[in-house]
Structures are given as structure tokens and as C-alpha cells.
């Protein structure tokens, strides 16, 4: 390489300016393709995104959003479903999070590397590559069959906060490692011990950061259909939980179940896309606002 | 009182500890509730008639419990999504990392994330009812829920894995050596495949690995995209039925504790196996070869 410049310098400026030539067309050709890859993937959430509004928001009404499904499923509304997916990513979110919070406080704040550092690492790690529908067995077995929970509110959201875990772990992670360590020195210097410092100094500073990790964690529980299968979700209930114990309905499955099981399954297209259309809102609604929040932290953070 | 105080922060850094380890526990769990329920089947069929048996007939009488073609398919299935998803998701985290300002990169990178927060469901959904009626006109094939829908389905729900952990890696690359390429005067795409690609390629084949993971591991999709049929795929267009699908379509009518909800959980053990030498190889890779600033070329 080196000396075929060193040549090119006096030899010949004829071999030159072709070279030249082809180097940049080969760059431009590359980056072109780049930029189209990069627009695939942008379409490909338009034309999802455009599929389902274009023909669910003609389903959604007040009396969909507002009443049990009638008919054997082919007619009426959500709203058992919308309730049932509120209750399993919010007690999965209520049990994940305290120990998210207090798994990364012990990563970021206490340990030190070396092998056992790693091993619980690894442990995240792999429970993240967990197949959803492996949880959905290990729910069955640990959870309804085991615990003699049985097929409830508990066991699916326990089983969708074990899933939802690894999120949270990491964005805590995150927002930890973005206090800068000025602060913790800062209070360390006053005399305050490391519980103090993590307590009233680390922990403030991070929670906007832990909060958008929540919420993240949310709408990942709330968009999970095969852990809830076989732990919580059942085809039809025409009543509204009361208890931790009872079955429920959850917009993905009632999805899955329209759409493959259902007894009008062309006829009750409409209510399928309406599902879904539903389901997507409320899980891109939580992306963008953790989204939106987190960049606008990270401004702050920087200035 | 100082005594007292260490005594405390001491006791409060092994609460810590003890809740840390909460994830391994789970991990353990799964793997030993996978073993109780899933074991049981091998009093019924050999190890090796179980992995390599072509008959998937849990029902029939008397029953088979081959699950070859439901290997196959997974293994078809995944090979097919990730060589669309792999050079989509590479070359959009080099978008990212390397061509996009900064602008840009702020439009994009929230787009790849909203890609992957579309529940599983829904891209499912999307497949059976546009995709597959679209494929079926279009190449005139008698089933739209087939391999290749599935795996195109797939390959949008990897691609954001693949990239978001690939655009960290080749955007961590240090400023000096890129610098030192240009110098020397190499275009920014020389540049590129020369110097930025072999220095992150850790980061890259890691990202790949959870990506292919990812894609194995996939319920809802397969199930609703894949067609089903427990064949050991001869072309793109076949129906296939990947492990995943079998569980998730069998389990609730599997009579609770009968050979067939035993099968059924060593599907899970073979699924999770699968998983976990995706995820430690991708952990080996990301850890031997470490990005570290300058000394890695």
C-alpha cells in the first residue's frame, strides 16, 4: 500500500485521475445503498403503521373502547382486554422494577469487576435471549402449576415481569451511569456513606432516567402475547378482573385468538385490525414518550 | 457509632448483592422447571429418536414424537430471516454510525427503536392478513403462510437488535485510526470497510448472533405466518412449523402431564439450548475481543 502511493505521486498522473474516479464512484454507490437500507426500515414501520390505521380506525369508537366483546366475539368492544393488558404490565412493572433498580444500583454502585461481576452479567445477559415462549412454560410450570396460582393476573404478570427484568436492569444501568461522579465525590467529601450518597444524591439524579426505563419495560410486558398464553389469558371472560386470582383477557391474545381461532374470522377483520390499531397506539405512545424524554435528558445532562 | 455505621453499610451492600442475583435465580428456575416437566418424555422415546425422528404425530395413536422437522424449520427459518436481516441491519447501523448528520441520526435511530417495540402480534397479524395474500398473488404459490413470509417477518423484528448493538460498536470506534486512514489518503468508504468494519467486527458478529437468536426464539410470528405444517422444508415456499409455533399452538390442548405436554416442554428444553449457545457464544465473542480504544488493529 505504502509504496504504491510513494509511485503514484510523480509516475503518472494519466493512472491517476481514472482511480480517483473509481474511488468515489464505488463510494458513492456504497453510501447510496446505505441510505437505502436505512430508508427499508423506515418504510417497513410506515406501511405497517399505515396498514393498520387505514383499516382499524373505522372500528374505534366509543362504544369499542367501552364495551365487552357480544356475539361470540364478533361484535361489541375491548375493553375487557384494555383493562386485563393495563393489569399484567403494570403488576409485571411492579414487580420488576424495585428489583431492576436494586440489581443495577448493586452493578453500577458496588460491585467491582472481576468473576462473579460476570456471572451475573451473564446471568442478564442470557435471561434477555430467553425465547418469550419459554417463559410462557416456565410460568405454567413455576407459577399456575407449582405455586398453585393457577391460570391468573399473578401468574401472567409475575411471569411478564421476569421477561421484562433485563430492560429495566439495563436502562437503570444506563441512567446511573449518566450522574456524573463529581456528585458522588462531592457527597462522599461531606462524610455521607455510600448508602447516603446513593440514597439521596445517586438515586434523584437517576429517576427521570429509571422512570423512562419503566416505561420501556411497560410497553414491552404490555405487547408480549405467548407468556401470557398459558399463564393469564383466556379466549373469552365477560366480566372485569376483581382479584390477583382471576383469568383475564389482553389485547394481544384477543388479537392472536381473532384473527387464527375466532368463529367469523373474515367477518370480524375489522375488529382485529381495531385490536391491534389499539394495541400499537398504546405501545408506541409509551416508546415516544421515553423516547422523547430521554433525549430530552440527555441534553441536560451534557450542558 | 462509626462501628454502627459500617455494620449498616455493610449489611445494606449484601441486600444489594442478594436482589442482583434475582435474575440468575429466575434463569435457574427456567432451566429447572424446562428439566421437571420436559424429562419425563424420554421414558417414552430415546434422546436420539426424539431429536432426529421425522414424525411429529403427538396425537395420533400411537403417538410420534419426532421433532426433526421442527428443528429443520427453526433452523430454515432463522438461516433465511437473517440473510435479509444481517446486511439491512449492518448497513444501517454503518448509516448510522458513519454517513447519517447528526439530524438525521436523531430521526432514524427513534425509527429503528419504534421497529423493535412492535409487539410480536401485530407484525404476525401484519403478515397473515397483507403479506400473505400479496405473496400468494404474486408468485402464485398456493399458501401465503409459508418459510419465506415468516422469515421476512422475522428479519424486521432481528434487524433492529442487529443494529442498534452494531452501530454502538462501530460507533465507539476510536476517532484516531479513522483519522490516521484518511491521512493517508483513503476515502471515507475505504475507510469504512478497511479500518471502521475490522475494528468493531466483534461488536458486529455479537450483534448478529442476539439478532439470529432473536429470530429462533420468536413465538408469535411463526405461529401465525408459518403455515403450520410439520414438513422438513424442501423449498421457500413451504409451510413449515418451527418449534416455537408448536409449543405455543399445542400446549392448550396437550391434557395436562400426558406424554404430549411432556414433548412439549423438551421442545422448550431444545429451543432454550438453542438460545443459550447463541447468547454465550455472542458473550465470548464480546468479551475476548473487547474493543480496546487503538490496540485492537
Not at chain 1, 480517483?20 to 430508508?39: C, L, P, T, Y
Not at chain 1, 444500583?105 to 451473564?122: C, D, F, K, S, T
Not at chain 2, 413470509?149 to 428479519?155: F, G, T, V
Not at chain 2, 447463541?278 to 475481543?289: E, S
Request: aromatic share 10%.
Amino acid at each position: 500500500m505504502r509504496k504504491k502511493t510513494t509511485d503514484s505521486n510523480s509516475k503518472s498522473i494519466t493512472i491517476k485521475k481514472p482511480l480517483q474516479r473509481g474511488r468515489k464512484v464505488s463510494q458513492g454507490v456504497m453510501f447510496i445503498m446505505f441510505r437505502i437500507a436505512a430508508v427499508i426500515n423506515g418504510l417497513a414501520l410506515l406501511i405497517i403503521v399505515y396498514f393498520l390505521i387505514k383499516n382499524g380506525w373505522r372500528a374505534i369508537n366509543w362504544t369499542f373502547l367501552t364495551q365487552s366483546p357480544m356475539d361470540s366475539m364478533t361484535k361489541g368492544g375491548i375493553l375487557p382486554c384494555i383493562v386485563g393488558t393495563l393489569c399484567l404490565s403494570i403488576g409485571a412493572v411492579a414487580f420488576a422494577l424495585p428489583i431492576g433498580i436494586a440489581s443495577a444500583i448493586y452493578l453500577h454502585e458496588y460491585a467491582r469487576p472481576g468473576r462473579l461481576m460476570r456471572i451475573i452479567r451473564l446471568g442478564i445477559n442470557n435471561l434477555a435471549g430467553v425465547p418469550s415462549v419459554i417463559f410462557g412454560l416456565f410460568g405454567l410450570a413455576f407459577f399456575v402449576t407449582w405455586l398453585h396460582f393457577g391460570v391468573s393476573i399473578l401468574s401472567g404478570a409475575l411471569t411478564l415481569g421476569a421477561l421484562s427484568l433485563p430492560v429495566i436492569i439495563g436502562a437503570s444501568e444506563e441512567a446511573l451511569r449518566a450522574v456524573p461522579q463529581t456528585y458522588r465525590e462531592a457527597s462522599l467529601a461531606l462524610g455521607a456513606t455510600k448508602w447516603q450518597t446513593i440514597y439521596k444524591v445517586v438515586l434523584p439524579t437517576a429517576l427521570p432516567g429509571i422512570l423512562t426505563g419503566a416505561i420501556l419495560g411497560l410497553s414491552r410486558a404490555a405487547g408480549e402475547t405467548a407468556p401470557i398464553m398459558f399463564t393469564a389469558a383466556v379466549f373469552f371472560t365477560p366480566r372485569l378482573p376483581t382479584s390477583l386470582f382471576d383469568e383475564i383477557m389482553a389485547l394481544p391474545y384477543h388479537i392472536y385468538v381473532l384473527a387464527t381461532a375466532g368463529t367469523e374470522i373474515e367477518q370480524t377483520r375489522h375488529l382485529q385490525y381495531g385490536t391491534a390499531l389499539v394495541l400499537i397506539v398504546l405501545i408506541l405512545g409509551m416508546n415516544l414518550v421515553a423516547i422523547i424524554y430521554r433525549s430530552r435528558l440527555r441534553g441536560r445532562m451534557l450542558l | 457509632m462509626l462501628k454502627d455505621r459500617y455494620q449498616k453499610e455493610r449489611l445494606i451492600k449484601n441486600i444489594f448483592f442478594s436482589i442482583a442475583l434475582a435474575s440468575i435465580t429466575i434463569l435457574f428456575l427456567i432451566v429447572l422447571f424446562l428439566f421437571i416437566e420436559g424429562v419425563p418424555i424420554f421414558k417414552v422415546v430415546s434422546i436420539k429418536d426424539f431429536l432426529f425422528g421425522k414424525y411429529w404425530y403427538p396425537t395420533s395413536e400411537p403417538p410420534d414424537f419426532g421433532i426433526f422437522p421442527l428443528i429443520a424449520a427453526s433452523l430454515a427459518v432463522t438461516a433465511l430471516s437473517s440473510s435479509l436481516a444481517i446486511p439491512l441491519g449492518v448497513m444501517t447501523a454503518i448509516y448510522l454510525a458513519e454517513i447519517a448528520t447528526y439530524r438525521l441520526r436523531e430521526l432514524v435511530k427513534p425509527i429503528v427503536e419504534l421497529l423493535a417495540a412492535l409487539p410480536s402480534v401485530v407484525i404476525g397479524f401484519f403478515g397473515m392478513v397483507i403479506v400473505a395474500p400479496f405473496l400468494q398473488s404474486a408468485f402464485g404459490i398456493p399458501t401465503g403462510l409459508n418459510l419465506f413470509n415468516a422469515s421476512l417477518m422475522l428479519a424486521f423484528m432481528s434487524v433492529p437488535t442487529i443494529c442498534s448493538i452494531s452501530e454502538d460498536a462501530i460507533y465507539s470506534v476510536s476517532q484516531e485510526i479513522k483519522e490516521a486512514s484518511l491521512a493517508l489518503g483513503a476515502t471515507h468508504w475505504q475507510t469504512i470497510y478497511r479500518v471502521v468494519i475490522p475494528a468493531s467486527l466483534s461488536g458486529i458478529t455479537t450483534a448478529v448472533i442476539l439478532g439470529m437468536s432473536r429470530a429462533i426464539g420468536e413465538t408469535m410470528v411463526v405461529l401465525m405466518v408459518a403455515g403450520g405444517a410439520t414438513l422438513i422444508p424442501t423449498s421457500i415456499f413451504d409451510p413449515v412449523r418451527p418449534m416455537p409455533a408448536s409449543i405455543a399452538a399445542e400446549m392448550a390442548e396437550a391434557p395436562f402431564r400426558s406424554d404430549h405436554y411432556y414433548a412439549l416442554f423438551a421442545i422448550g428444553i431444545i429451543l432454550f439450548l438453542f438460545t443459550l449457545a447463541f447468547n454465550m457464544i455472542a458473550d465470548h465473542i464480546a468479551h475476548k475481543y473487547k474493543q480496546v480504544g487503538t490496540a485492537t488493529l
